[in-house]
């Protein structure tokens, strides 16, 4: 009842719109409709934790086949490409002979020139590189791409960095369609930290909603429906840029799902993030070290109160699989791979694994996987498609952490997440083990008002284990979990 309502509502607003000056889509309103393209957490898949800066289009292709048949079924249905797809990597670099990934900064040549020269239009847009994205010659862009994806009936997404090239502003190329220019808009001392690509927009500056709309114009015309922004959470929260873009998405023409990268975002944020995004990460980047998983506790502890209605905090994405192909290209002073960045399946052991899609789900954290979809193996594709989880992940309500059972002696070594099933069916309730050892845990369900007799499901075993009514015991391996499902009797 609550949804008919508020799309009436929007429709009504729509109305309005259509014969109010100056009212449109991008005019504040209590119902925003971009709300709508994200009304449950997204799932997919990221190229970056298998392929880094460097996949290529014939890669991105075999991996949109594989998860068109093994995780769109499932509810997978965005598959994005992830950061630098404009870097043309190496000189003499053939990436269809040679893949590998590579180191993605720009440099300076004897004549204080950048180089390599990343692909741009005369508008200082970004362009996929033709060597490593063939369809994209004669400046198509991702057109072709798009609609390969499109046909596979899954939906496709880009990453971007905030900002303007660099090499725009050495340029001072024109903003379309305006007699401004990059050095107009262009904050030159505002710089991501760790890619030197960028400058920052002065949003205050004519010309730079111009640009943003440009570029998400742009975007629209290549079929885009999903847009993960880096450089701009964290860690300065770049307020003005993110109005900037959430007016140019809505001025395109076409739904884009917005996500802001990366974290930690700094909770005072949430609701300008909530009021303006899809999603937005929570983290630093998120790898498959137990450390960061216990870590995740307490992130989205705290953030639980803005969990749903279109905008998602976002946990990462989902390092299970196989991990960093051919190396993650991340060398230490000694030249060196890092344990953590040469190529290997997920160093998170099987309860472990099991404990982070837990987590993911009865947090509803937007689940986008970032394993390799040909070498992953199945164990991965099982834990990754389990439908009693993902139905917690995408439909139930009510989700937060118990702090009850905080105070019955177990302190931080037992979490408990709660959730309720959809038209007061039941609950889920998920046991938490973050220690070394194994745990014997017991829960009085009084502690959270629920009240009854119930039957009691293991959603991972996939078991019914009969009726239970006041208290739930459990036991608990090391940095493992156990999760349930409570149906009213």
């Known amino acids: 009842m609550y949804l008919v309502k508020k799309r009436i509502i929007l429709a009504i607003w729509l109305i309005a719109g259509c014969f109010a000056p100056g009212i449109g889509l991008s005019q504040p309103t209590p119902e925003v409709l971009f709300k709508q393209w994200a009304e449950k957490p997204p799932m997919g898949w990221n190229s970056y934790d298998a392929y880094h800066g460097a996949i290529t289009e014939a890669q991105f292709k075999k991996s949109v086949d594989i998860l068109s048949q093994k995780m769109l079924p499932f509810g997978y249905e965005y598959a994005v490409i992830d950061f630098c797809w404009f870097h043309p990597g190496p000189e003499g670099w053939d990436p269809d002979t040679n893949w590998k990934p590579f180191k993605l900064k720009q440099h300076q040549n004897n004549q204080g020139k950048l180089f390599p020269t990343l692909i741009m239009d005369s508008y200082g847009r970004l362009l996929p590189a033709a060597n490593r994205f063939p369809s994209a010659m004669e400046g198509k862009g991702f057109t072709?791409?798009?609609?390969?994806?499109?046909?596979?009936?899954?939906?496709?997404?880009?990453?971007?960095?905030?900002?303007?090239?660099?090499?725009?502003?050495?340029?001072?190329?024109?903003?379309?369609?305006?007699?401004?220019?990059?050095?107009?808009?262009?904050?030159?001392?505002?710089?991501?930290?760790?890619?030197?690509?960028?400058?920052?927009?002065?949003?205050?500056?004519?010309g730079a909603q111009e640009y943003y709309n440009s570029l998400f114009n742009l975007?629209?015309?290549?079929?885009?429906?999903?847009?993960?922004?880096?450089?701009?959470?964290?860690?300065?929260?770049?307020?003005?840029?993110i109005e900037l873009i959430r007016k140019a998405i809505d001025q395109c023409g076409r739904s884009m799902v917005l996500s802001l990268s990366c974290g930690e975002t700094f909770i005072s944020y949430?609701?300008?993030?909530?009021?303006?995004?899809?999603?937005?990460?929570?983290?630093?980047?998120?790898?498959?070290?137990?450390?960061?998983?216990?870590?995740?506790?307490?992130?989205?502890?705290?953030?639980?109160?803005?969990?749903?209605?279109?905008?998602?905090?976002?946990?990462?994405?989902?390092?299970?699989?196989?991990?960093?192909?051919s190396n993650y290209p991340s060398e230490d002073a000694n030249g060196q791979i890092p344990k953590g960045k040469r190529e290997h399946d997920s160093f998170l052991t099987p309860d472990e694994q099991k404990t982070l899609m837990t987590l993911w789900c009865m947090a509803r954290s937007p689940l986008i996987w970032g394993g390799d979809p040909e070498r992953s193996d199945s164990a991965a594709y099982t834990l990754l498609t389990n439908k009693e989880a993902l139905e917690i992940n995408q439909h139930s309500t009510n989700n937060r952490a118990s702090a009850n059972f905080v105070y019955s002696g177990m302190k931080g070594d037992i979490r408990v997440w709660i959730a309720d099933q959809q038209e007061g069916k039941g609950h889920y309730l998920a046991f938490f083990n973050l220690s070394d050892s194994p745990k014997e845990v017991s829960y009085f369900l009084e502690w959270e008002e629920i009240r009854g007799r119930f039957a009691l499901r293991d959603v991972w075993a996939r078991i019914d284990l009969g009726e239970t009514g006041k208290e739930i015991k459990a036991a608990i391996p090391p940095h493992g979990t156990v999760l349930y499902k409570l149906t009213k009797l």
């Open 219 to 241: 975007y629209a015309s290549w079929g885009v429906d999903f847009v993960k922004v880096d450089d701009i959470s964290a860690p300065t929260y770049h307020k003005s840029e």
């Open 270 to 325: 949430g609701k300008h993030a909530d009021a303006f995004t899809n999603m937005y990460r929570i983290s630093i980047d998120f790898w498959d070290e137990w450390s960061d998983v216990a870590h995740m506790f307490d992130l989205l502890y705290a953030w639980q109160p803005f969990i749903g209605d279109g905008s998602w905090p976002d946990a990462d994405m989902i390092p299970i699989g196989k991990l960093c192909l």
């Open 144 to 206: 072709e791409i798009s609609q390969y994806v499109h046909g596979k009936g899954m939906k496709f997404g880009i990453h971007i960095m905030r900002g303007i090239p660099r090499q725009a502003v050495e340029k001072n190329t024109p903003i379309f369609g305006t007699r401004y220019r990059a050095k107009d808009i262009a904050e030159t001392f505002d710089t991501c930290k760790w890619l030197n690509h960028m400058y920052g927009v002065d949003a205050s500056k004519p």
